[in-house]
Every structure is written in C-alpha cells, then in structure tokens.
C-alpha cells in the first residue's frame, strides 16, 4: 500500500514546469517533417543529418569555443578585461566573511552601481546585444558538491543553465536572457550570472560573452598580472536614465512571542542554512518566536527574493505573520542607538527576552513596485510584500514593555548582513 | 482529429496526413517534454531529448505496431534519450528547476499543499543522481524497479535497494525539514 510520501511523490511531478512554447513550436515542425520522410531517402537523409551534424558542430564551435585570449596566470578575483568590455570589482580574494564579487559587461555600467552589488541599474537598461556576467564567490570550499561541482577555467558558457533566480526575473517587461553557472574552481565557490539583452541572444553575442569568460581570473597562480579592483573606470552611459527604486515598504508591527522570547537571525547571502550547503541564504534578517519546531514562528522577515527556510520557499521580500502580529503605529528606530557594536556580518542569531510583546518596524526600498497583500505560508497566511528584489532593508526590534532597542539588522543588495543586538539578547 | 484514437492517427500520419500527425504531437509532447524534464532536471536537456525522442518516434511511425499503445513506446524513447544526453553532456544532475514567474506562483501555489510538494521536488533535486534517478523513474515515470534496472544497466536488487534507501532519505531529509523549519 502506498505510503503518504509516495503519494506526494506521485502529486509533485505535476509541479514539474512546461516547454516554452518556441521549443514546442520548433518540435512540432520537426515531428510533422520527420514524420513524411521515406525509408528509401535513408542514404539522402543521413547525408542531410551528417551535412547539419557538420553545419551544427561549426556553429556550436563558433558559439563555444573562444578565440578570446585566456587568462594567463594571475592572481586575485575578477576579470582581466577583453577589449571593449568594462569590469568592475571586489578585486581581493574572498572569505566567507568578505565575499567577493566580479562584473563584467560589453555595455558601460552605470554608476549607480557598485562594485559589491548586483548591477541593476546597468541591467534595467541593458541593450539586446548587451552582456553583463556577475560573478560571486564566498572564498574556499572543502570539497566540490553536486551543487558547486570543480570545474577548471575557463568556464564554458555552455555548462551554464537557464536560470530565472527563485523565480526573479530582473526584467518583466522585456525579459533578460539569464543563465547561471556554479564551480568550484582552484579551490573555490563560483556562482556565474550570465544576463544577456535578450532572452534568444546572438551566437556573436554569446561568443562576445565567452571570450570574456575566458578572461576570469579566480585565485591562484604566478603573479604575472594582478586583477585590479577597477581595471577601468566608471562612466555614466549617454542618455541613460538612473535606475531608481520601485517602492518602499515602511511598517511597524507589534508581535507576540511565545515563550517571552523574541529570536533575531541575520544571514548573509550565501550562507549555509540549518542542514548544511542543499540550502544557503539568499540574504536575510528575521524576528521570529524562537521555536525551530513550530513553522509560524517566524514574526517579522526581510530577504533577498528566494529567501527559504529548509521547508518553505517563500517568494520574497518582506513578511509579517498575520497571526502573531499587528500593524502599529508606534514609532520605532531604525538606528543602533542603545545597541553596542561593532555589528556582527556572518550569520548570528541571538534570542531576546522579552517581557510580553515585541514593536518590530521594517523598512525596504524594493527594486520593483510592490503591493502589500496577504500570502500563503505553512499552515496560515502570512502578510507580505511579493515582487523583489530588495535594494535595501533595515528591521529594527524593540521591546514594547520597556521601550528599549533589542536589535537591528541591515540588508543589502547583494544579500549582506549587518546585525546589532542589545545585551538583553544572548 | 482530436478525438480520434492514437491508432487511427497513426495510420493516417502514416499516410501523409499533417493534421493527423500534428493532432497526435499535441497529444503527447507536454508529456514527452515532462518525462524529458524529469530525468534531466534541466530545461536545455529536457527540450534536446524530447525533441530527438519526438522526431524518432514520428520518424518510425512506419514501424510502430499500433496493436501496442503508443504513450508508453514514446516514453520509453524520451527515457531512453533524456540518459544519454545526460550521458553525453557529463552532468547527471541540473539545477534549473524551472521555477513558474513569482506572481503565478503567489497566485496559484501559495497552498499548504502546494509548499508541500514544492519540498518534495527540493528534497528529490536534492537526492544523490543515482537515488535521484530511481525515484524520478519510479515516481514521475511510473516505471516498475525491472524496467528501471533494465534501463540503468543494473541488477534488479541494487536498483531495489537503492529504491528504498531513496525515500528513507528522502524521508529523514523532509521530517528534518519539518523541524528545522523557521
């Protein structure tokens, strides 16, 4: 007799995705011509198939393989330019603590972005025949895994993977192609974003992005170039509109722990969640009611779009549990006064004794406009925020009995956390 | 044509007939493309193998006995082809899971139910290939354990074996999920 996970087993390959419709198109045509040919046409066929099996592989080759000059041995993290490409970068080698980041584009990038941060104003604009590749790293890995499994540079675009990241696509209105490749490479993680202008680029376009690739850089080897942090300087593009935010999310809420107890966590991007490296943050700071057991124990949360627990997938930016938390018009810091530093980066999570209720304000600048509606969640609803992603948050914590500042916690961009707690929290 | 019986399609795509063929690729290929998507877990594979496995099946509609019911000869076909461009391209495990856009999912998942078979897919994505494979040909594929090990080139008991060591991971994997939940 079935068990009840053989049952879900059976139900969840109906969440499996559909083809896009131009596959379904492209194998429709090639189902109807397959079907009207001839065993007699064998010899002509096969012809045919060995003559596009050639025209395919000169293709494949023109798009893959790179004429582009590799890297020569370098040190550091980042791009070593290809003509006519700016990059823009952390430069040093990364550590979980500092991650680092590396920005590659055929466009100019925009100055409202930076060299730690995801691009989006350069993205929001880019052309069809742009390229932007992003590549973040969290410093060394112990050992390569099924997720970040070792690869050797040059990457090649074509191990890379259509990816719509948790669900965000930077461009509704005019989709992006975005790819994404993980490595392990020298030792090191490797998260590749590839965003083209368009979601079917060009095969010069794609060779355009490879020969760039191939001038990544990441760690060791002799030092006979250096990556430099800005290997060219910024320029504004002409006739480029600055990006700006598409909303902010400003609301404070009083909540109701259980157990007199208010837990605060801050996890940086990239972060290695509860059960180890299947599920890392994708940046996030969140107040919950401090038991692990009970899956509505979160009170109040901010995260980069993608932000899960090892159960839930939620689809981002900002939540307030409907059923422990009420809106309120108290007014509450969003500053570290009365919270000793320095801040804590890594992931932390300290819990707050509280005498009965906590004032949680959350504040988000979104790239997208939003709306605050109701969601579903694990066993109950959840109030939130839905499109991301977040170019900035602050949740700030305060006990409602005594007024004092328990916490704070600071989200960028690019899923980094600053954390201030009070020494009422351990 | 659409409600004519996969036979009676098929003999007349065999006859030339395009309204005949095309009716019977809109019959299967959502399913052909799933079966694809399923063993590869990534859209490029998925969208190359169920492409390679409709144009031979449409190729050798000549051959086919339509005494036989023709789902399950093109399943075994995608199978068959999803493998070996997993094979060919060195990577057994994908990470594309093809999530659906945000606002359709807020919109039409946002379910206990659906968060729950959500987490089942995660923790199936999760599992090593090899388990992975077994449960995706037994679950989602409705394949029997001797077809499976027919297919995978293994003894029945390995693929067995493996079977039960999957949803016992599988198991522990959710109810940790469970727990650890925020």
């Known amino acids: 007799m079935p068990s009840e996970l053989e049952r879900l087993l059976r139900e969840a390959r109906e969440t499996l995705p559909e083809p896009d419709p131009a596959v379904t198109r492209r194998a429709r045509e090639s189902a109807l011509d397959a079907g009207r040919r001839r065993p007699r046409r064998l010899p002509l066929t096969v012809g045919v198939a060995l003559l596009g099996a050639c025209a395919l592989g000169v293709l494949l080759g023109a798009t893959t393989v790179s004429s582009g000059r590799a890297a020569p041995a370098a040190v550091g993290f980042g791009f070593l330019p290809e003509p006519g490409w700016n990059v823009l970068q952390t430069g040093r080698l990364p550590t979980s603590a500092r991650p680092a980041l590396a920005i590659g584009a055929n466009v100019l990038l925009s100055p409202e972005d930076g060299a730690d941060e995801l691009p989006y104003a350069t993205l929001l604009a880019l052309p069809p025949r742009g390229v932007v590749i992003v590549v973040g790293s969290i410093g060394p890995r112990d050992k390569p895994d099924a997720v970040f499994p070792k690869r050797r540079l040059p990457l090649r675009l074509r191990d890379a993977a259509p990816q719509i990241d948790w669900g965000v696509q930077v461009r509704p209105a005019r989709p992006l192609g975005q790819y994404q490749l993980r490595a392990t490479v020298n030792g090191q993680t490797v998260d590749v974003q590839i965003y083209f202008g368009t979601e079917q680029p060009r095969p010069d376009v794609i060779a355009a992005a490879q020969r760039q690739l191939d001038r990544l850089v990441v760690g060791v080897g002799s030092p006979l170039e250096r990556v430099v942090e800005r290997a060219q300087p910024l320029r504004r593009p002409a006739n480029t509109a600055a990006g700006t935010a598409g909303s902010v999310i400003d609301r404070t809420f009083l909540c109701t722990p259980s157990y007199g107890r208010a837990t605060v966590v801050s996890s940086p991007r990239g972060t290695p969640e509860v059960l180890g490296a299947r599920f890392t943050s994708s940046g996030y700071g969140r107040v919950s009611s401090g038991s692990n057991a009970d899956p509505l124990s979160d009170l109040v949360a901010v995260a980069q779009p993608g932000f899960r627990n090892s159960a839930t997938r939620f689809p981002g930016s900002v939540y307030a549990s409907a059923r422990r938390c009420v809106a309120s018009r108290a007014a509450v810091s969003l500053t570290r006064t009365g919270l000793p530093g320095p801040s804590v980066t890594f992931r932390t999570q300290d819990d707050c004794t509280v005498r009965a209720k906590v004032l949680v304000r959350v504040r988000v600048i979104l790239a997208r406009s939003a709306t605050w509606r109701r969601l579903g969640g694990p066993g109950g609803v959840y109030n939130g925020a839905v499109p991301g992603p977040v170019v900035e948050a602050e949740l700030a914590m305060k006990d409602s009995s005594t007024g004092r500042p328990l916490a704070l916690v600071k989200l960028t961009r690019t899923g980094q956390t600053q954390l201030w707690t009070s020494p009422q929290c351990v | ?182």
């Open chain 2, 1 to 182: 044509m659409q409600r004519h019986p996969d036979r009676e399609l098929i003999v007349l795509a065999r006859k030339g007939s395009r309204d005949a063929a095309g009716a019977l690729f809109d019959r299967y290929w959502l399913f052909a493309w799933r079966a694809a998507y399923a063993v590869t877990m990534n859209r490029t594979l998925a969208d190359d193998a169920a492409q390679e496995a409709i144009q031979r099946a449409f190729g050798n509609l000549g051959r086919f006995d339509t005494t036989r019911p023709f789902g399950p000869w093109l399943k075994r076909i995608t199978i068959n082809c999803a493998v070996d461009e997993l094979r060919r391209n060195g990577r057994p495990t994908g990470f594309d899971v093809g999530l659906p856009p945000l606002e359709e999912w807020a919109a039409r998942d946002a379910s206990e139910e659906g968060l729950e078979l959500w987490a089942v897919v995660d923790a199936v994505v999760a599992l090593p290939p090899a388990k992975r494979a077994v449960l995706v040909l037994r679950y989602w594929l409705d394949l029997p354990l001797e077809e499976i090990a027919g297919l995978l080139g293994l003894p029945v008991g390995t693929v067995a074996s493996r079977h039960s060591r999957a949803l016992a991971e599988l198991r522990v994997s959710l109810s940790e999920e469970q727990h650890n939940a925020i």
